[in-house]
């Protein structure tokens, strides 16, 4: 497997991939680590996540470095995306601190059935991912859940930037964490679901391989660089603090997840406001530099691959000719996308839809609160959103009317460390890695 830098085009580095059969080798020695990392204390865990946080905040230059070579984002995103991974294993840390996984008894009344002894346990060895656009937060957020819950795992990492989650899985030599307890699997192999599937059928015991299909469904899409994108979406009404609102969101379109570090955002303005927060990301958008991601001026760099700059550079044609207004000219060239600003009201085509890779901000218009209710009434399951408002009831009345799964007021989620320890709880709570047993007395 070669990997390549994304500036430069030149090789990097060479590894060696896993076919079937090798792969069933490691997912054997994952099997016999599994027992024996269910013995470590909580404090063995914690000395272990202790020393790859030190090694994280001590190789942060030449890690930023190896993310910015092989996902193209500039080193200033780099060094964010280590930030976000130290949050991440802080977090772990501080979950074992709280003894995660223990008993928790209610009170013992005389009534029968109102005491129970509840037990946490961990299911075998976790199949997780790390794709290409925050390789190295991606890859912390599955090795911390899989060492507190004492799994087993074995990581997928992307095979365009796989390096940062080689790095990060070797800072746990020489800690109490058996050999082969967290290991990585570079293969070519396109059916790797069906492997997983079929070794889950044919386990046996207390051990099992656990994985969520759907993530390695999205990941194999991101990996041949299908569509796998979606909006990231935002919501000006016209008694928010609009300098803030526009420097927040333009703050913020870098950090994005999934296939590459920056996907488009679609933000929704009250009419009255429009016309001035259009202003003001031309504004800030024109000011963004674009270039070698290791200049410490830029803002933007290449795209992670050649085929992500002709799908959006599609996209956008397409959605121009749908009627589709670019405020900004449009300029893509090699493997950079120039900031990109569209006035998409009255437009419902793809990119208001499922969005793109690159720098892109699609407006609409708006006058009511039902017009931004119906713009987001296409995708049944719901989503993240930013809202920029100073009046509660607005806040109340559109998280109740739409399908949002989650609501920032006055500010983009990851801008907030809140947001990284949050999403590590989700993970480490997830039914992967731990099932429960109960006694009722």
Not at 117 to 130: I, P
Not at 382 to 387: K, P, R, V, W
Request: aromatic share 8%; glycine share 8%.
């Amino acid at each position: 497997m070669d990997v390549f830098n994304k500036f430069t085009g030149h090789l990097l580095r060479s590894y060696d991939t896993s076919d079937r059969a090798s792969m069933g080798r490691v997912i054997n020695q994952a099997r016999n680590a599994f027992g024996t990392a269910g013995t470590l204390t909580v404090n063995e865990r914690t000395e272990a996540l202790e020393k790859m946080l030190d090694r994280v905040e001590r190789d942060r230059d030449s890690l930023s470095i190896l993310i910015s070579e092989e996902t193209g984002k500039p080193v200033s995103l780099s060094l964010e995306e280590i930030q976000r991974t130290s949050i991440v294993i802080n977090t772990a840390i501080q979950t074992l601190h709280r003894g995660f996984g223990g008993s928790l008894n209610s009170t013992l009344n005389q009534s029968p059935g109102t005491y129970a002894f509840h037990r946490k346990f961990s299911r075998g060895t976790v199949a997780g991912t790390a794709d290409c656009g925050d390789p190295l937060y991606r890859s912390a957020l599955k090795i911390c859940a899989s060492i507190v819950t004492g799994n087993s795992m074995l990581l997928f990492p992307s095979r365009s930037a796989p390096s940062p989650s080689l790095k990060l899985i070797s800072y746990l030599e020489g800690t109490a964490i058996p050999q082969y307890t967290i290991q990585a699997i570079l293969t070519e192999e396109t059916e790797v679901l069906d492997f997983l599937g079929t070794e889950a059928e044919i386990a046996s015991g207390s051990w099992k391989p656990v994985f969520d299909r759907e993530e390695f469904r999205s990941f194999g899409m991101l990996e041949r660089f299908e569509s796998e994108t979606g909006n990231r979406n935002a919501i000006i009404w016209k008694d928010a603090d609009l300098d803030s609102a526009a420097e927040s969101i333009t703050g913020s379109i870098f950090n994005a997840c999934g296939g590459n570090y920056i996907r488009s955002m679609k933000v929704i303005i009250h009419r009255d406001v429009f016309e001035y927060i259009v202003n003001r990301f031309m504004e800030l958008m024109s000011s963004m530099k674009v270039g070698d991601p290791f200049n410490p001026d830029t803002d933007i760099g290449p795209m992670i691959h050649g085929s992500i700059v002709s799908r959006t550079s599609e996209i956008l044609r397409r959605e121009i000719e749908t009627g589709a207004f670019p405020i900004m000219d449009l300029n893509i060239e090699g493997p950079f996308i120039h900031p990109v600003l569209l006035d998409s009201t009255g437009t419902r085509g793809q990119l208001s839809e499922d969005g793109v890779f690159g720098p892109v901000i699609s407006v609409y218009k708006v006058d009511s609160l039902q017009e931004i209710v119906d713009l987001f009434s296409v995708r049944p399951e719901g989503g993240t959103s930013s809202l920029y408002t100073s009046d509660i009831n607005i806040v109340k009345s559109l998280f109740e009317r739409s399908r949002f799964s989650s609501l920032d007021v006055n500010r983009e989620p990851f801008t907030s460390s809140e947001h990284f320890q949050v999403n590590f709880m989700s993970e480490v709570n997830s039914d992967l890695y731990t099932g429960e047993s109960v006694l009722y007395l």
